[in-house]
């Protein structure tokens, strides 16, 4: 197999490479994203797989495998010259084999009516994390329309950069303020029980909720963030709370595009009153958010491996770049439990979305966690968000 040298990975794929090499082969697979994209009507299935090998031919990260060495730290991403695409039937739950070939595999199937193919996408997070998944579908549709995209960023050329010296400060800050963060955040035993997951949704649609965020002078991530919080609070007693928010590391403009895994999990601490007023709480983990992303890149293997049963982990969804207008109406929320899925990792974890309206998706694993504690908290997330978005009418 032909290949193209050999690069140290970036501290984005460094950090999900030592995520796996402690997981158990049973979960390696937990990893494996599963997208569905469509296509235009009168899209032929042979454009589609000439537009997803143009796809692995502009975006490195789909020519990529992986060698590990004798130190992990020391693993190196090989670019392979040519696009393997690989066209498979394989379940989501078929993990990659890194070493071998590239981590990921499309479908493209044609629906029996006769309408335009669809896409099946099945991708590693080490390939390619959330935000990188849409800019690989926006290169997609735009390969099929015939434009011809500008040259894309290579995590091998970000990879370089973090370790060269103008780099090498920040990385040592970034690794003392994770440190210094966890190390003063109160410590409470945490033993895991059965996985239980569901989804609030709260009615409360995207215009409301940003409102709600301009009107306490704080991001809407900060806005979800504080509730979070604030909720956590209520339910647990307890009103020092470590959170962990996943930073996504594309403020430089250089790799915005960048397709492969950018995400970091980095800490903050937030003393929440549980009965307080939520504009002074907001302000100060809008200042604590922000102090903690500007620290989001850093030297996984620099720093103690992460224990994901100590804090609570946070990960915000924005809305898509051409969403469309949205209903202002608030409507009755419910929640959905959901089947289980993805067992490694953090074991209390929130994801939120807000488009079209605000979803608060929530996987725990810890004892004294059934459905009852998980739809309390839940209520109790929505109820705080509905009031902020009742303060700001």
């Known amino acids: ?3 193209q040298g050999g690069y140290p990975l970036t501290m984005g794929q460094l950090s999900m490479w030592r995520a796996l090499s402690v997981r158990p082969p049973e979960q390696l697979w937990e990893s494996n994203q599963d997208l569905t994209w469509s296509t235009p009507t009168g899209t032929t299935e042979e454009q589609v797989r000439h537009a997803l090998t143009a796809l692995a031919v502009r ?13 992990p730290g020391a693993v190196r991403q090989v670019v392979l010259p040519d696009p393997l695409v690989r066209f498979s039937d394989a379940s989501a739950r078929e993990p990659f084999d890194l070493a071998a070939q590239p981590a990921w595999r499309a479908r493209v199937r044609t629906p029996d009516d006769g309408g335009s ?3 099946h996408l099945v991708i590693h997070h080490i390939a390619a994390d959330g935000a990188a998944t849409r800019i690989l579908e926006s290169d997609f549709h735009g390969l099929l329309r015939g434009e011809r995209p500008a040259a894309a960023p290579a995590p091998r050329e970000l990879a370089e950069r973090q370790r060269g010296d103008a780099f ?3 990385l040592a800050a970034a690794g003392e303020y994770r440190q210094r963060t966890v190390a003063a955040a109160p410590r409470m035993p945490v033993s895991r029980g059965p996985l239980v997951r569901a989804r609030a949704h709260t009615g409360i649609p995207y215009d409301a909720v940003r409102h709600a965020a301009r009107n306490l002078r704080v991001t809407l991530p900060t ?6 919080a604030q909720a956590l609070a209520a339910t647990t007693g307890r009103t020092d709370q470590l959170l962990w928010q996943l930073a996504a590391n594309r403020l430089d403009p250089a790799v915005r595009r960048l397709v492969s895994s950018m995400t970091q999990w980095v800490p ?4 929440c009153d549980p009965d307080g007023p939520l504009r002074p709480l907001a302000r100060e983990i809008n200042i604590a958010a922000v102090r903690a992303l500007q620290h989001g890149v850093y030297d996984p293997f620099a ?9 609570s982990f946070f990960t915000f969804i924005p809305a898509p770049a051409d969403a469309g207008p949205a209903s202002s109406e608030v409507v009755p929320g419910r929640v959905e439990f959901l089947p289980p899925r993805a ?14 309206h605000v979803q608060l998706t929530v996987r725990v694993m810890r004892d004294g966690y059934g459905r009852a504690e998980v739809e309390r908290f839940l209520t109790t997330m929505t109820d705080l968000l509905l009031r902020a978005v009742k303060d700001a009418a």
């Open 268 to 271: 903050m601490l937030a003393a």
């Open 223 to 228: 806005l979800l963030l504080t509730v979070y």
């Open 117 to 119: 193919p669809q896409v």
């Open 303 to 311: 720093v103690a491996p992460m224990d994901f049963d100590h804090g």
């Open 1 to 3: 197999m032909r290949s």
């Open 59 to 71: 975006h490195e990260s789909l020519r990529t495998v992986y060698r590990p060495a004798d130190e």
């Open 343 to 356: 067992y490694s990792g953090a074991s209390f974890y929130l994801m939120a979305w807000v488009h079209p």
């Open 168 to 170: 090498r400060t920040r």
